[in-house]
């Protein structure tokens, strides 16, 4: 399995962006998958993340503000990011679960793109 995220980048706080999530080697609609997200110094926390029923939650942080969705025709997924803050500048990371809860655990993971919101 192989996830490539892109999208990424700097933007002045108030702006937007949209990160995609390119997977391949695995049937993509029947899992769930998510976004997490690492500043430096701090631990890898849960942003978002949507079942293969596309049920969805969101970290407190980012509710409002961010929106997860699949195109599971394009084995996409995305995260759009609307009213950035500074403090939303970290490391983005996909994830696919092991399964279509989004409960279950993690298997496999992206390689990450930086955010970086400028104030």
């Known amino acids: 399995v192989q996830l490539v995220e892109s999208g990424g980048g700097l933007v002045q706080a108030g702006e937007s962006l949209r990160l995609s999530c390119a997977a391949s080697?695995?049937?993509?609609?029947?899992?769930?998958m998510g976004w997490h997200r690492q500043a430096p110094g701090r631990e890898r926390e849960l942003v978002a993340r949507i079942s293969a029923g596309d049920s969805t939650d969101y970290a407190d942080s980012v509710k409002g503000r961010f929106t997860i969705s699949r195109d599971n025709a394009k084995n996409t997924l995305y995260l759009q990011m609307n009213s950035l803050k500074p403090e939303d500048t970290a490391m983005y990371y996909c994830?696919?679960?092991?399964?279509?809860?989004?409960?279950?655990?993690?298997?496999?993971w992206g390689q990450g793109i930086q955010v970086t919101v400028s104030s």
């Open positions: 080697g695995s049937i993509f609609s029947i899992y769930a």
């Open positions: 994830a696919q679960r092991r399964s279509g809860s989004s409960y279950s655990p993690i298997n496999y």
